[in-house]
């Protein structure tokens, strides 16, 4: 990445927020400490160690605060005790930058879990930003070393990321893209006898993605993350269909409202505000417990 991408306390920022070094699949077989993932951080990004460590230690109590509201309510209190999960038990995330995300869905479950269960859950998320599913492939080995009990997966919105403007130049195929879902699903369900639920990603929103992205060197376009999401729900009819909750107004509680899609997605068009991943979170969590 070029550094003058990074030129902004805001991209700064951004950037920390969506990369988690310790996913990455080289430093996953020879990890380093956290300070040095730290370090690493602050030289790609121009910044010192400590101020790295702020911003991450701040995104991770903002995640506590959501969880703690969020387990101040009975719905959603209910919601954790009814979750099908002993002690032991490991729920494992794969996929790309909205579930890498410090302040993502998979990092308020997780948080949420905690604070309410009190026999031990262990969560480990191995989502790296900018992944296709051609990626989680890549990374089976680093899967099946965490002994998942039970493995959540919203994957396929960079494999139809185009590159040079172009949408020839794009990721991975759909056939292609078909082909490693189910070759995910062998492995995790016959191989190592997990559990495995696929989430569908969200929509996008294509006004704001061409806006954002018109100097940039990728896009995307909303309906071929539609055909992904439309390919999720054909081979797997049990998926978690993110992308038709939001694209209908999303809504988790009667008393809640109705979230319109804006509100839901980022400037860039494609990752989601922190209120869109409060919102997977609560769809997760209903789904994964059977209370919606």
Avoid at 159 to 183: F, I, K, Q, W
Avoid at 264 to 280: K, R, S, Y
Wanted: proline letters at 4%; a negative charge.
């Amino acid at each position: 990445m070029s550094a003058t991408l990074l030129d902004t306390p805001e991209a700064r920022t951004r950037f920390i927020r969506y990369t988690r070094v310790d996913a990455w699949s080289l430093l996953r077989r020879f990890p380093v400490q956290a300070e040095a993932q730290h370090t690493l951080l602050a030289e790609i990004v121009g910044v010192t160690l400590p101020s790295v460590q702020a911003l991450v230690a701040a995104m991770e109590r903002s995640v506590q605060d959501v969880a703690r509201q969020l387990a101040s309510e009975p719905p959603y209190r209910d919601a954790v005790a009814a979750l099908p999960l002993a002690a032991g038990d490991r729920l494992v995330a794969l996929g790309d930058s909205i579930t890498a995300d410090r302040l993502g869905w998979f990092e308020i479950l997780g948080a949420l879990v905690r604070i309410v269960r009190e026999e031990e859950v262990l969560t480990s998320n191995l989502a790296v930003s900018g992944g296709t599913t051609t990626d989680l492939l890549e990374r089976l080995d680093l899967l099946g070393e965490e002994k998942p009990t039970w493995v959540l997966v919203m994957a396929g919105t960079n494999d139809v990321r185009c590159h040079a403007g172009r949408a020839e130049y794009r990721m991975v195929s759909l056939r292609e893209t078909e082909r490693n879902l189910h070759s995910l699903r062998r492995f995790v369900v016959d191989e190592l006898g997990a559990r495995l639920t696929f989430l569908t990603p969200p929509p996008i929103d294509q006004a704001r993605v061409d806006s954002f992205a018109h100097d940039a060197k990728v896009s995307w376009r909303a309906s071929d993350v539609a055909d992904i999401a439309a390919l999720i729900r054909r081979i797997a009819p049990d998926s978690l269909d993110v992308h038709t909750a939001f694209s209908s107004g999303y809504s988790p509680r009667a008393d809640d409202g109705e979230a319109r899609l804006a509100e839901l997605l980022d400037a860039d068009g494609v990752h989601l505000t922190p209120a869109g991943q409060i919102a997977v979170a609560k769809l997760v969590l209903g789904y994964l417990s059977g209370t919606t």
